[in-house]
C-alpha cells in the first residue's frame, strides 16, 4: 500500500474518553492505544458507537461537547495535544491536521461559497496566497471527479448535491497539505463509480505527500483498499489490531469475524407486479427543472403495494431531485404523480393532511434532518400528535412502540438531544419518525449510507418485515448495490436526469447490461486489498486500448 518511515508522528497511549449523561461520567473509549507513521494509514472499524469517531477526533486533542479526556496521552509529532494550550493545537489544526466529517452538509457554512471556505485555512496559516490556493482548488477539485471544477467552488452548498459537497470538503482538508488527514467515513455520500474515484485521489495524496490517515468507515471492503493496517474496536474497547491482508485472511477474534459475515440478509424478490393491479405511486413522464436548468427528462417508473422499488445511479443522476417531485417540494415542468390513481397537487402546499401523511421520507443527512433542539421524543412524537391526534399517555405509549421498533430503548433515548446520537442512531430516529404518520409509501433516501454494516443489516431486516406487515411501498434511493441485492424487487437505473434501464432485479443484475449499468456494478469493491489497484489499471488499459482505435 503506502511507504512509512519509522518515525510515529501519532501516538496515542492508554486514552480514556468519558462521556457526560445525567451529571454521570462513563466510558467511551476505554484505554486505547496506537501508533501512526508518516505515509500510513490506519483503518478504524467497528458498528456505531464503538468509539471510532470519538478517536479520530481526540487524534486531533478535541472530544465534542459533554466529553473529556479522563486520561492517557495524544502526542503528534513531539506535541502533547491533551495539555497543549488552544493556540498551539490552533496552530496545527488545518494546516497540519485536517479533518473531514462524515456529514459534509452539516459542516460547511451555508453563507459562504465552496471556494471562499477552501482558500480560508491556506490563506489563515499563511501556507499560500488566496489566489494559489483558488488555483489549487481548481486542481483537487479536478481530482475529486467535481462537475465543472473551474466554476463549482463560486457555488454555495446547498447548490450542489450530498456526494458532490462530500468530495468538496475531501478536497478543502488537503488545501494546506497535512501531515495528518482524519476521514470520517469520507466516501458514506458517495456512488459507487465517483467513491472509485475519490479513493484513488485519496491514495494518491496519502502516497504523494506521505500524509498519516485514520480512515474511519464501517465499509469493510473500502477500509480494505485504503488501509495499511486495521483496528477493531467495540463498545469504547480494542478488540484486535492486524496489518490489513492478515486481518481479512484470518480475524482472530469472534466479534471481527461477526463483521465479516454480515450483510447475510437478502429479502425474497416478489414477482413482477400485475400491471393491471393500481400502483401505489406512480411516476408518469416527469420533467423538472431548477432554475432555466432542466435536470429530469421524461422519467417513469410505478410502484406497486408490498414492493420495493431501488432508484440508482450516480450522484446528480436525479434520483433525490425525482422524489423531491414526488414530495411536492418541486413542481414538475410536465408530467404528474400519481397516488392510488388520483393525481398529487404538484405543490405540497396545496395538498391535503392525508395526502402529506400516506407518503414520507427518510433522510440522507441525519444531522440536518433532526431538530437539533428537539429530543428524540418529541421529534419522533411531533408527526404521531399533528396526524393521529393521539395525546397524554398515549401519545407516549406510540412514540415509546415506535423507539422500540427501531431497537432503541425508550427509557435511555427519549430525553436525549441529536447531539447526544451517533450517526447511526440518529438515522434511525428518522425512521421512527417517518413511521409516525402510518404512511402507505416510504421514500428511503439512503438511509443506511450512515449505518455500521451490522446496523445497517438490521434496520434492512426491520424494513423488510414492517412492509409486510403494513404493506408499505418503498422507493429506496441509494448508491449501494449490495443494498439493492438485499432490500429490492425492482431497479430504476437514472444518469444525467434520465432512466436509462429499469426491471426486476434479477433481471438488472443478469448480463448482458446497459453498459452504464455495467460500469456500477463493476465499481463495487471487494474485500480484497488489491482490488482498487487492479480495478484502475483495468481501467486504464482499457483507454489507452480505446484511444489507439
Known amino acids: 500500500m503506502t511507504k512509512t518511515s519509522n518515525t510515529p508522528l501519532l501516538t496515542i497511549k492508554d486514552l480514556y474518553i468519558e462521556g457526560r449523561a445525567d451529571e454521570t461520567w462513563s466510558g467511551i473509549v476505554n484505554g486505547v492505544s496506537l501508533t501512526l507513521n508518516r505515509g500510513e ?39 502533547d495535544l491533551v495539555g497543549a494550550p488552544g493556540k498551539t493545537k490552533r496552530h496545527l489544526l488545518g494546516s497540519r491536521i485536517a479533518y473531514v466529517a462524515q456529514s459534509a ?59 458532490q459537497l462530500q468530495r468538496a470538503m475531501t478536497a478543502m482538508a488537503m488545501a494546506c497539505r497535512p501531515d495528518l488527514i482524519i476521514f470520517d467515513e469520507p466516501t458514506t455520500a458517495l456512488d459507487v463509480t465517483t467513491q472509485i474515484e475519490v ?55 469472534d466479534y471481527t469475524k461477526s463483521l465479516w459475515a454480515v450483510r447475510s440478509h437478502a429479502r425474497t424478490e416478489q414477482p413482477a407486479a400485475d400491471r393491471a393491479e393500481m400502483p401505489v405511486l406512480s411516476v408518469q413522464n416527469v420533467t423538472a427543472a431548477y432554475g432555466p436548468i432542466k435536470v429530469l427528462h421524461d422519467v417513469s417508473f410505478d410502484i406497486h403495494k408490498r414492493r420495493t422499488v431501488a432508484v440508482v445511479g450516480e450522484s446528480g443522476s436525479g434520483k433525490s431531485t425525482t422524489a423531491r417531485v414526488i414530495t411536492g417540494l418541486l413542481p414538475p415542468l410536465e408530467g404528474q404523480v400519481l397516488f392510488n390513481g388520483s393525481a398529487l397537487p404538484p405543490n405540497y402546499k396545496t395538498r391535503s393532511g392525508d395526502q402529506l401523511r400516506k407518503v414520507q421520507m427518510i433522510y440522507q443527512m441525519a444531522d440536518t434532518a433532526l431538530n437539533p433542539k428537539q429530543t428524540v421524543g418529541q421529534i419522533v412524537g411531533r408527526p404521531v400528535q399533528f396526524y393521529l391526534g393521539l395525546r397524554g399517555q398515549a401519545l407516549r405509549d406510540r412514540v415509546a412502540e415506535l423507539l422500540n421498533m427501531i431497537e432503541l430503548e425508550p427509557g435511555d433515548f427519549l430525553e436525549r438531544l441529536p447531539s447526544e446520537l ?59 448495490l449490495a443494498t439493492v441485492k438485499a432490500i429490492a424487487d425492482e431497479v430504476v437505473v ?48 482499457d483507454a489507452n486500448a480505446y484511444s489507439k482505435t
Request: proline share 5%; net charge negative; hydrophobic share 40%.
Open 41 to 79: 494509514v490506519l483503518g478504524l472499524i467497528g458498528e456505531s458507537g464503538a468509539g471510532k469517531s470519538t478517536l479520530g477526533l481526540a487524534a486531533m486533542g478535541y472530544t465534542r461537547d459533554g466529553c473529556r479526556i479522563s486520561s492517557g496521552s495524544v502526542t503528534f509529532d513531539g506535541t
Open 199 to 253: 479513493l484513488a485521489a485519496i491514495r494518491n495524496i496519502v502516497d504523494q505527500f506521505q500524509t498519516a490517515a485514520i480512515y474511519i468507515t464501517h465499509d469493510l471492503a473500502v477500509v480494505a483498499q485504503m488501509a495499511d493496517r486495521i483496528k477493531v474496536l467495540l463498545r469504547g474497547d480494542e478488540v484486535e489490531e492486524a496489518e490489513t491482508a492478515a486481518m481479512l485472511a484470518s480475524p482472530q477474534e
Open 422 to 480: 451517533s450517526g447511526g442512531q440518529k438515522q434511525r430516529v428518522g425512521i421512527a419518525r417517518a413511521l409516525a404518520a402510518e404512511p402507505q409509501m416510504i421514500i428511503c433516501d439512503e438511509v443506511t449510507s450512515a449505518l455500521d454494516q451490522i446496523v445497517a443489516e438490521g434496520i434492512l431486516k426491520l424494513l423488510d418485515r414492517l412492509q409486510g406487515e403494513l404493506d408499505l411501498a418503498y422507493m429506496f434511493i441509494t448508491h449501494d
Open 105 to 163: 452538509a452539516a459542516s460547511f457554512n451555508p453563507a459562504h461559497r465552496l471556494i471562499d471556505q477552501f482558500t480560508e485555512a491556506p490563506v489563515q496559516h499563511g501556507t499560500s496566497s488566496r489566489d494559489v490556493a483558488a488555483k489549487d482548488a481548481v486542481d483537487l477539485y479536478q481530482r475529486m471527479r467535481l462537475p465543472d471544477p473551474e466554476t463549482i467552488g463560486f457555488r454555495y452548498p446547498h447548490q450542489v448535491s450530498g456526494g
Open 494 to 541: 437514472m444518469q444525467s436526469g434520465k432512466v436509462i434501464e429499469q426491471g426486476q432485479k434479477s433481471a438488472m443484475f443478469t448480463p448482458p447490461h446497459d453498459p452504464y449499468t455495467e460500469l456500477l456494478l463493476s465499481s463495487v469493491p471487494e474485500m480484497d486489498p488489491d482490488w482498487l489497484t487492479d480495478l484502475l489499471k483495468r481501467r486504464a488499459d
